[in-house]
């Protein structure tokens, strides 16, 4: 009876042993599970903006100058502003402005003559090369390199896509649409009453229109030397 007994209580043993080690493992896994769950999260949160999200936000950077010099582009500026701005500025910018869109012409006007080429950022790849962009995945900023006298500034972006990425200006949380139309009014005065200033270099002459209307969406206190 006693080998019988020893047999049953062995067999019971190793059942425990057996079971407690795939409860081991089970803990195991699910410790590893969620540290791995944990690194991507943090590797998401502060990861750098990567070579696309760079890519991207100069195209919207460009889209936004574009968007500025045409006639009734403010309405297409703002969408290229964060959701916050857009639901602040509303259907502001869909009215129409003979003052803005005046400025905006006598530019394309002067461009055309001057470069004998129509007013299009957009197609010129290198010119936000040296602005220096920074930030995560979520959260960006894009210094403005100084022109002259006029000093450097920060235009901040934020990241609103769930599936792509869409990034978009954050423009300062006192930016009305009356206020934005003013400030780009203001800048693109500044801009073409100084035409006989404009670099001979056409490229250049893109990068000081982007300074003027992109300091327009940030803080940036500018006044022409």
């Not at 979520?138 to 002259?148: E, N, S």
């Not at 599936?163 to 423009?171: E, F, G, L, P, Y």
Request: proline share 4%.
């Amino acid at each position: 009876m006693r080998p019988v007994m020893y047999c049953l209580a062995s067999a019971a043993l190793a059942v425990g042993v057996s079971a407690c080690s795939e409860d081991q493992n089970a803990q195991r896994a699910s410790d590893t599970h969620r540290k791995t769950e944990t690194e991507v999260t943090m590797r998401n949160d502060t990861a750098a903006p990567s070579d696309a999200d760079v890519k991207r936000i100069r195209e919207v950077l460009a889209e936004t100058v574009d968007a500025a010099l045409t006639k009734g582009g403010l309405d297409d500026v703002v969408e290229r502003l964060s959701k916050t701005d857009r639901d602040r500025i509303g259907k502001y910018a869909n009215n129409s402005y003979p003052d803005l869109d005046g400025r905006v012409a006598e530019i394309q006007n002067s461009w055309r003559d001057r470069f004998q080429h129509d007013f299009k950022l957009k197609s010129d790849e290198a010119a936000f090369t040296d602005y220096r962009i920074s930030g995560d995945a979520y959260h960006a900023t894009a210094v403005v390199p100084a022109m002259g006298k006029m000093p450097a500034y920060t235009v901040r972006l934020v990241n609103e896509g769930t599936v792509k990425n869409t990034w978009r200006i954050d423009a300062p949380d006192d930016v009305s649409g009356q206020m934005l139309k003013d400030r780009m009014l203001n800048h693109l005065t500044m801009f073409g009453q100084h035409r006989d200033m404009w670099p001979a270099d056409m490229h250049e002459a893109y990068r000081v229109a982007a300074y003027h209307v992109l300091a327009a969406l940030s803080n940036a206190n500018v006044t022409m030397p």
